[in-house]
């Protein structure tokens, strides 16, 4: 039986994604299939290009024919996720209002809630699938690196690792920076109602200083990671020419590879970040 809003005060994202479980399966299902799609790519790159070598058209057909493919399955979930999303929308927004009505909650709050509820659905109409097709990238990409050479592999996989540390490390931190940044949002209402300039300023000041904590904090994980990731990408080249690979095909294929599994490892950030900002939310959308 499903479980509404407003017989439970508890909003998370693995509780809107039980309650409305089909529609989110179905688009979940066609990023699989897009996930898929795009992980083939770079092998079918790899064998155009010795198929031209070698005065074949084939595998150009083939390679044309996986776009063609991908675009209509790409097509396909982002027409359905509109329509899908903004009904949740509007479903979680009308509940909570009216459960916060109901517990006389003032309206400044109930403003303030209903804002951070858009943030819940735009996590799962467009960062949920992005962590997906990430999560297959990488682990799909790894397996398929790990078939070219092994160095490569091991390489981007310590990347990961170093990710992974440095996530736990600030993972606090971040959840309380976020925390009082919304708790600074939660007054706008009460503080522009005063029509006072100080107060006014000085609001806008806090919400900017804790954005600027929250900005300054990421600043510092990215740039960690990404002295990893040069050293991924200056190191990959290097492993496959010493392997004593000669078809340029292959080449080219392993380091496309590479790049894909990094373009997946940049993203990932951002959505830890989100995740970590949408718990702290969960739990004051909870009070």
Not at 33 to 54: C, D, K, M, Q, V
Not at 154 to 179: D, E, P, Q, T, W
Not at 234 to 253: K, R
Request: include cysteine; hydrophobic fraction near 50%; glycine fraction near 6%.
């Amino acid at each position: 039986m499903q479980a509404t809003i407003n017989s439970n005060n508890h909003i998370s994202v693995r509780r809107l994604m039980s309650r409305f479980r089909w529609r989110i399966l179905f688009t979940m299902a066609l990023v699989l299939i897009e996930s898929g799609l795009s992980l083939a790519f770079p092998l079918f790159i790899g064998a155009s290009i010795n198929g031209l070598l070698e005065q074949r058209t084939t595998e150009l057909f083939y390679l044309g024919g996986l776009g063609i493919l991908m675009l209509i399955v790409g097509s396909a979930r982002r027409f359905f996720d509109t329509r899908a999303y903004s009904n949740i929308y509007t479903t979680i927004s009308t509940e909570t209002v009216e459960r916060e009505q109901k517990q006389g909650k003032p309206l400044t709050v109930t403003t303030a809630r209903v804002q951070l509820l858009t943030e819940f659905v735009e996590f799962l109409e467009n960062s949920f699938p992005m962590i997906i097709e990430s999560l297959i990238g990488i682990v799909g990409v790894l397996l398929i690196i790990l078939s070219l050479n092994v160095s490569v592999f091991l390489a981007c996989l310590a990347l990961f690792g170093l990710m992974v540390v440095i996530y736990i490390l600030s993972g606090k931190l971040n959840f309380r920076l976020n925390k009082n940044f919304n708790d600074e949002l939660e007054k706008r209402v009460d503080v522009l109602s005063t029509q006072q300039r100080p107060m006014i300023e000085n609001h806008f000041k806090a919400v900017m200083k804790w954005n600027i904590h929250l900005s300054d904090l990421e600043t510092v994980n990215y740039a960690v990671i990404w002295l990893g990731i040069i050293m991924v990408l200056v190191y990959s080249p290097i492993a496959v020419i010493d392997s004593g690979v000669i078809n340029f095909g292959l080449i080219f294929s392993t380091l496309m590879y590479v790049f894909q599994y990094i373009e997946n490892i940049v993203m990932l950030p951002l959505f830890i970040q989100q995740i970590i900002r949408l718990q702290e939310i969960s739990v004051r959308l909870s009070d």
